[in-house]
């Protein structure tokens, strides 16, 4: 949706832009097309490697990239002289870059380490959460953030494995969670295990809150905020987080309902399926 989102982004001439999630930079390219010559556009990325990749494919004097987490948006543009700005996008969650990337251990289709670190300076990775973690909290972490009906059964299943051995790797731990499921059914059973330990690692709803009162600080008036989330928990703190603004007089909401990926997209990007757009202009 990355027409869409630019789209609603509402960008204009010599304007002030922040891509918080940059990734490969491809909503960041797209912005710049519509900033002119004056604008500025501020790319935001926890991960090194994506950093290192959209710098070479976006070598333009308007840009400004920064390693760091968007829920430190507020410090981080400060640092270069910026205390407002006219639009800030997120594109949520891993890229593709990362779930493809060997040795990243994001992908349940991997024989990588388990790792999971968007932020690969970061002590914690999903090696630790798995063999450390008690059951009880592995349990926790399997429901809370992966809404993973069987995560009793799950969490007890690591449990008993990792006392025999240390589970190291991403398909390790994939067929420890489909011996519970004992039978596929639409999408993989260890999705939601994978989501939840990655949200955990990274600690991404918390970030994800932080990030959207810094964007809610930063905004100028009429400047646009624009959230592309990908599962329910995401999509139910940006939903929450916009109506309450709105009560307060602070947000107008510019989306009644979600957007969601037109047919002809998703026959392209099937993996677009669950995203969900929502927008909202500071008052």
Not at 107 to 136: C, G, H, I, T, W
Not at 151 to 163: D, G, L, P
Request: with cysteine; glycine share 6%.
């Amino acid at each position: 949706m990355r027409e869409k989102a630019v789209e609603m982004l509402n960008v204009k001439q010599n304007g002030i832009y922040v891509d918080a999630t940059t990734g490969l930079g491809g909503h960041a390219e797209a912005v710049l097309q519509g900033i002119g010559s004056d604008g500025r556009l501020i790319g935001i990325d926890r991960d090194d490697e994506a950093l290192q990749r959209v710098k070479k494919r976006l070598s333009d004097s308007r840009v400004t990239l920064m390693q760091g987490n968007f829920s430190d948006m507020e410090h981080l543009l400060c640092t270069d002289g910026i205390t407002a700005v006219d639009g800030v996008l997120f594109d949520l969650g891993v890229s593709s870059m990362q779930l493809r990337s060997p040795g990243r251990g994001f992908s349940f289709a991997s024989d990588a380490l388990l790792d999971m670190r968007m932020d690969r300076n970061q002590k914690l990775s999903a090696f630790d959460v798995v063999n450390r973690y008690p059951e009880n909290e592995l349990e926790k972490i399997l429901r809370e953030f992966g809404e993973e009906r069987l995560a009793r059964k799950i969490a007890k299943a690591i449990a008993q494995s990792r006392e025999r051995k240390l589970i190291e790797t991403c398909s390790e731990l994939s067929k420890i969670v489909e011996k519970v499921y004992r039978v596929r059914g639409r999408i993989h059973p260890a999705t939601r295990t994978f989501q939840a330990l990655r949200i955990a690692v990274n600690q991404e709803l918390v970030q994800l809150k932080k990030g959207l009162d810094a964007s809610l600080n930063l905004l100028k008036q009429s400047g646009r905020l624009c959230v592309i989330s990908y599962h329910s928990l995401e999509d139910r703190i940006v939903k929450h987080f916009m109506a309450d603004n709105a009560k307060k007089g602070l947000l107008r909401i510019m989306t009644k309902k979600p957007i969601t990926p037109a047919p002809e997209e998703l026959r392209m990007n099937p993996s677009s399926r669950s995203a969900k757009l929502r927008v909202a202009e500071k008052i």
